[in-house]
């Protein structure tokens, strides 16, 4: 069994900044990427930003140059630190990994969510 345990959200200012945080924990066996995706109300899913197991990145267009993820491989751990936010960056942002376990082909697992409330 996999656990993705994400924290770092809250409410914030415009202008501000959050770091996000996600645990993977469990019996994953190979992570080949991990991202964060998220959604507001009345809007589909959609991805932020993702990061492969080779450390190549894609981010979302509006949120280039103000949003970065990183890996810390030997935690499991993937970190969304978010700059300059905007109000329309509200939203619930969940934590997305693509990988396998011993008893399972390779699949994505994703977090509970988290909240980001951008608001003055």
């Known amino acids: 069994q996999v656990q993705l345990v994400e924290s770092g959200g809250g409410l914030v200012q415009p202008g501000g900044s959050l770091r996000l945080s996600c645990a993977v924990s469990?019996?994953?066996?190979?992570?080949?990427?991990m991202g964060w995706y998220r959604q507001a109300p009345g809007k589909q899913r959609e991805l932020v930003a993702s990061?492969?197991?080779?450390?190549?990145?894609n981010y979302a267009d509006s949120v280039k140059g103000r949003f970065t993820i990183s890996v810390v491989n030997v935690k499991n751990t993937v970190y969304l630190q978010m700059t300059s936010l905007k109000p329309e960056d509200t939203a619930v942002y969940y934590c997305n990994v693509d990988g396998r376990t011993i008893a399972t082909s390779r699949r994505n697992y994703w977090g509970q969510g988290t909240h980001v409330t951008v608001s003055s």
């Open positions: 990061i492969t197991s080779g450390g190549s990145t």
């Open positions: 469990g019996s994953i066996l190979s992570i080949y990427a």
